[in-house]
Every structure is written in C-alpha cells, then in structure tokens.
C-alpha cells in the first residue's frame, strides 16, 4: 500500500537536484508539517544562524516569477526546471542584480513595495549551481532559513524535497507519539460511556479502553532528526487492528486543491481550541485527498464482540526509521446515545447546503464541507448592535473554500457604507473578515462556520515614527498598525518623490529600503500615508 508521488529510485540517483547550499544541510522544518489551514509545502534549510547565504540553483532552469510582500514568503523565486520540476524560494533577502532592477524599476514604476512580476523562459536563465538569490528571513519567518519548495510543473503538485537530498542529511530518529484520541461515531459507537472523543497518552494509556460500535482512532506525534531540537511532520501513519491494516496516510504530496484537506484529515477542533494536533486515521467522506488510504468504513472500527481488539500503529520517516504503539480496545456492551439530525440546521456533506434565518443567509456549495454536521446555531439580538450576532457553530467547522455570507445590517452608526465590515469572533478576540455592502446586507467569504456579526471601523491606522535621531542617516523607521480591519496600503513620498519603504507584517516595521540613497546634509519633508482595508487614512507630515 501507499503510492508514491515522487520520482522514481534512478531519477533521485542522477543527481536531478544539487542542495541549495554548499554547506552541509539540516532543516528547522519538513515537508507535510502541519500547519494552520495548510501543509508545510517543502523544506525549511538552516543557514548557519545568519541571513546572505549564496543560494545556487539546484537544477538548469529559468526565474518565471518573483514575488515581494509583506508576509508569507517575504521575498520569493519560482524557478522552472528543464526537468519538469519548479522550485520555489522563500524569505530572500536579496535577488540576483539583473532581477533586483527589474523589481525595483516595478516598485517605483508603480509606487508599490508589493510584487508579483512573471517572466518569458528566455529572460533569466541559471544553470545548475549558479547563485541567484542570497537567503534571508523577510516576510513570515522568524529565524533566518531557506523555506524550499519543489512542485510538478505542469500540476502544480507539491513533493517532498527531501527524497532529493537524503543522503546529505543524517537521521536515524524514528517518529514519537504521545497521545491518542478515540472517536466513537455519533449514534453509533462509545467509548467508555460516552459518545464523546476522548484522549489518552502513549505508549501507556493509563487505562482499561473500553468500547461498543463504531469507533475511529487518531494519534498526536511528531518526527525527530538527528542532531537538532526541531519537531517534524510524520510522514507515514499506518493503523492495524488484530493485524489488519485499517488506516494509512503518506504524506509526500498534494495538490494545490488538496492542500485545506488537512483540516479533514487533522482534528480541526482540537487545533482551533487548542493548537494540538491528531491525525486521524479516519478518511471522512469529503475529503478526497490521494495521500489517505482507509478500509471500506473510511478507517472506521466495529467494535461488536466481548473481546480485546489489538490496536498497532507504525509511525515511519523517509528514511524508514520507525516507531510502533500498541493498545487494547476491551468491546463491552453500552448503550449507545442515539442521534437524530433534524431539520434546517443539519448540514449533508454531499449537497449544496443554505444557512437562512432573520437578517442572515450563508450558501455552502457542494463539495465545501468534509463531513455532516448539526449547528448548534445562536442567533443572539441586541438592539443597538449594527447587526444581531449569529453562531453558525461552537466550534469553528472548515470549509474547503470561501463560501458567501450575508448580514443584514439592523443600525446605521455612519452613512459611509465603505466602513462597515464582517467580524468573525473566535476565541474572545476580533478578526476582520471585510467584505462589501449591497442591498441591506454585508456580504463577505468566509471559510469556517464560526460566530459572525457586522462591525463598523472608523479609526484611521497608527504610525508612530521610531529613532528619530537615526533619520537623518536614511535608517527612517515607523511602527504601523491597524485595530480593526488591518493595513492595506503605505506611501511616503520625501521631498515630493515616492521612496521605497518595505513593511514586514510580522513586526508591523514600516522601513526605508535604500537608507544610502537618502541625501545627507539637508533638511528633508516626509509625508507618510498609511490606509486601512475600510479606507480610514493616516496623513502626516516630518521634517528631518
Ligand atoms: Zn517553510
């Protein structure tokens, strides 16, 4: 069992790929690690601590697109290979100077520090081993390292990088488990006495398992290498009860359209309300990702004779180190809590679904949610809100892609309608879900079933100037923030001409890109424009 995506034995043999660095390779990350709403989609290559590593082409090929923006990958490279393969480069801190104009030529051109530019085969061709970008930690990284990506070029695929590079990085540390969840099936199943899923540790759990009808297993474990204090994806989960395979999941591919169905595959409760992760070794019915191969039940277990069932799980790496864990399932009789979905807040997996009620319409489109599932829905009304406050769901249930939803807006605190905007709470804090206004309603795509009101933002971004004395030598610096709705846009112009400024979002650093082209020895007059996603404006004026 367990297709494999990659290439074949001879192809990874051939040298198909040389590593990045000339210096010897260990990762802070792994292809497949799970992460909010996403895989981890390749490697994350140490640099040695420090940012301005030479990085050289891994394989013959063309730069077909490069992309600058305050979060996410910072600054990146899409290189296409003569091979088939396209490999991306994330949180550079510089490009290679012939592309390095073109961006910045673009940036100014456009006043825009934001860059999504694409490229013709012929425009800037690298063979192997040339060096075309210097490593960083722009963009959404905390630590400077090489985040590297190798996808199919004509499916956009995503495959494990590693297979390329085993031999250049030693590990001989299996996977380790620490807990294991069971999951009785609503109406069908229990677990101790209760239809509840419920948690024990590994490789002992602590006590006698007991359970009647359907129950399905998951697992919380990570992967180890050697000489390093990161945590990894598992790659391979394999579940047998009484020696028959039940449950397989190999992560070394997906699909662009796959990569949300971690959040069928993981508990996304148990990581939304506590940022822990199960795999489970269920395939619920939609999801449709080809890495997970299950029994005819989807990986579920009938537990109905008065007998031990012998659970074993077999974590394994790339390298087939490996890790087993076994359990005991007593079966014992219990009653088994029935269910009745009923009415208009059951939601059917394999249907279009439409969430309707006073001042509230959502559209779920087949194919948006993984399994059934009843809303537990609250509208809540309180008179002077902007709109009544309405719970889809307790916790938050994913949705494959953004599905419309509809507010109707109750109390009018300004006329200027750009202002108003979809708030989804969740756990006690705000997030902005913007979203525009047409006919009474506030309209905005939304990916969970959360809890969803309206709210109006009219406080304008703030900017406030950093090291002052530091100006006047080019190191111009502001810390920029919105409350509400979030930054969209930043423009300083000084002296009346546009200047580069780069924005980092995970540090909120507003800062001057060339501080050595800044004249020195005069007096200068900034201003500073900074808008949030609702159109509020900060304008400010500074000599320096
Ligand atoms: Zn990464």
Same mark, same amino acid.
């Given at each position: 069992?367990?297709?494999?995506?990659?290439?074949?034995?001879?192809?990874?043999?051939?040298?198909?790929?040389?590593?990045?660095?000339?210096?010897?390779?260990?990762?802070?990350?792994?292809?497949?690690?799970?992460?909010?709403?996403?895989?981890?989609?390749?490697?994350?290559?140490?640099?040695?601590?420090?940012?301005?590593?030479?990085?050289?082409?891994?394989?013959?090929?063309?730069?077909?697109?490069?992309?600058?923006?305050?979060?996410?990958?910072?600054?990146?490279?899409?290189?296409?290979?003569?091979?088939?393969?396209?490999?991306?480069?994330?949180?550079?801190?510089?490009?290679? #100077?012939?592309?390095?104009?073109?961006?910045?030529?673009?940036?100014?051109?456009?006043?825009?520090?934001?860059?999504?530019?694409?490229?013709?085969?012929?425009?800037?061709?690298?063979?192997?081993?040339?060096?075309?970008?210097?490593?960083?930690?722009?963009?959404?990284?905390?630590?400077?390292?090489?985040?590297?990506?190798?996808?199919?070029?004509?499916?956009?695929?995503?495959?494990?990088?590693?297979?390329?590079?085993?031999?250049?990085?030693?590990?001989?540390?299996? #996977?380790?488990?620490?807990?294991?969840?069971?999951? #009785?099936?609503?109406?069908?199943?229990?677990?101790?006495?209760?239809?509840?899923?419920?948690?024990?540790?590994?490789?002992?759990?602590?006590?006698?398992?007991?359970?009647?009808?359907?129950?399905?297993?998951?697992?919380?474990?990570?992967?180890?290498?050697?000489?390093?204090?990161?945590?990894?994806?598992?790659?391979?989960?394999?579940?047998?009860?009484?020696?028959?395979?039940?449950?397989?999941?190999?992560?070394?591919?997906?699909?662009?359209?796959?990569?949300?169905?971690?959040?069928?595959?993981?508990?996304?409760?148990?990581?939304?309300?506590?940022?822990?992760?199960?795999?489970?070794?269920?395939?619920?019915?939609?999801?449709?990702?080809?890495?997970?191969?299950?029994?005819?039940?989807?990986?579920?277990?009938?537990?109905?004779?008065?007998?031990?069932?012998?659970?074993?799980?077999?974590?394994?790496?790339?390298?087939?180190?490996?890790?087993?864990?076994?359990?005991?399932?007593?079966?014992?009789?219990?009653?088994?809590?029935?269910?009745?979905?009923?009415?208009?807040?059951?939601?059917?997996?394999?249907?279009?679904?439409?969430?309707?009620?006073?001042?509230?319409?959502?559209?779920?489109?087949?194919?948006?949610?993984?399994?059934?599932?009843?809303?537990?829905?609250?509208?809540?009304?309180?008179?002077?809100?902007?709109?009544?406050?309405?719970?889809?769901?307790?916790?938050?249930?994913?949705?494959?892609?953004?599905?419309?939803?509809?507010?109707?807006?109750?109390?009018?605190?300004?006329?200027?309608?750009?202002?108003?905007?979809?708030?989804?709470?969740?756990?006690?804090?705000?997030?902005?879900?913007?979203?525009?206004?047409?006919?009474?309603?506030?309209?905005?795509?939304?990916?969970?079933?959360?809890?969803?009101?309206?709210?109006?933002?009219?406080?304008?971004?703030?900017?406030? #100037?950093?090291?002052?004395?530091?100006?006047?030598?080019?190191?111009?610096?502001?810390?920029?923030?919105?409350?509400?709705?979030?930054?969209?846009?930043?423009?300083?112009?000084?002296?009346?001409?546009?200047?580069?400024?780069?924005?980092?979002?995970?540090?909120?650093?507003?800062?001057?890109?060339?501080?050595?082209?800044?004249?020195?020895?005069?007096?200068?007059?900034?201003?500073?424009?900074?808008?949030?996603?609702?159109?509020?404006?900060?304008?400010?004026?500074?000599?320096?």
């Amino acid at each position: 069992m367990g297709m494999s995506l990659g290439v074949s034995a001879q192809d990874t043999s051939g040298r198909l790929f040389i590593p990045p660095f000339d210096f010897p390779l260990t990762l802070s990350g792994n292809f497949g690690e799970l992460r909010a709403n996403h895989f981890h989609g390749g490697l994350d290559f140490k640099t040695q601590g420090t940012v301005g590593k030479p990085i050289r082409n891994i394989a013959d090929g063309y730069v077909s697109r490069v992309t600058v923006t305050p979060g996410g990958y910072g600054q990146a490279v899409y290189m296409v290979h003569d091979n088939g393969y396209t490999s991306v480069h994330g949180h550079l801190l510089r490009f290679d #100077p012939a592309i390095a104009q073109v961006v910045e030529e673009y940036q100014y051109a456009n006043e825009t520090f934001d860059v999504d530019l694409e490229f013709e085969p012929d425009r800037f061709r690298f063979v192997q081993g040339e060096v075309f970008a210097w490593s960083g930690n722009e963009g959404y990284s905390f630590g400077p390292h090489l985040h590297m990506e190798i996808r199919k070029t004509d499916t956009g695929e995503y495959i494990d990088p590693l297979q390329f590079y085993k031999d250049k990085i030693k590990d001989t540390t299996p #996977p380790r488990a620490t807990h294991i969840m069971l999951y #009785p099936q609503r109406g069908k199943g229990v677990v101790n006495g209760s239809s509840m899923k419920q948690s024990f540790s590994l490789p002992h759990p602590g006590k006698t398992l007991y359970a009647w009808g359907e129950i399905a297993a998951g697992i919380k474990a990570y992967d180890y290498m050697d000489g390093t204090h990161n945590n990894y994806g598992v790659r391979s989960v394999k579940l047998f009860v009484d020696s028959i395979e039940v449950f397989c999941s190999t992560v070394d591919g997906f699909l662009p359209d796959e990569n949300r169905m971690i959040n069928a595959w993981t508990d996304y409760e148990e990581y939304v309300t506590k940022t822990s992760w199960y795999m489970r070794s269920q395939v619920l019915p939609g999801n449709s990702w080809r890495m997970l191969q299950a029994n005819e039940k989807g990986g579920v277990v009938t537990i109905d004779e008065e007998r031990d069932y012998h659970f074993h799980y077999e974590l394994e790496d790339l390298y087939g180190n490996a890790r087993n864990y076994s359990f005991v399932v007593k079966g014992k009789p219990q009653i088994i809590e029935p269910f009745h979905p009923e009415g208009k807040n059951f939601l059917r997996w394999n249907q279009q679904n439409v969430v309707w009620d006073l001042g509230l319409e959502l559209t779920i489109p087949e194919g948006m949610l993984y399994e059934d599932v009843e809303l537990n829905y609250v509208l809540r009304r309180d008179s002077d809100a902007i709109s009544y406050e309405y719970q889809l769901h307790h916790v938050p249930v994913p949705l494959h892609a953004g599905c419309m939803l509809k507010i109707g807006v109750q109390e009018y605190p300004v006329t200027d309608m750009s202002k108003y905007y979809v708030v989804q709470k969740k756990k006690g804090r705000k997030t902005s879900m913007g979203g525009y206004f047409e006919n009474g309603f506030m309209h905005a795509s939304v990916r969970e079933l959360g809890t969803y009101t309206v709210g109006v933002d009219t406080i304008p971004p703030k900017v406030v #100037p950093l090291g002052r004395e530091q100006w006047k030598k080019g190191n111009v610096q502001f810390r920029i923030t919105d409350a509400e709705t979030g930054i969209k846009d930043y423009k300083v112009h000084i002296d009346g001409q546009f200047v580069l400024f780069a924005f980092s979002s995970k540090n909120a650093r507003l800062k001057m890109k060339h501080p050595e082209r800044l004249k020195k020895g005069v007096a200068h007059e900034m201003e500073v424009v900074v808008t949030d996603h609702c159109g509020n404006e900060f304008r400010e004026r500074y000599k320096f």
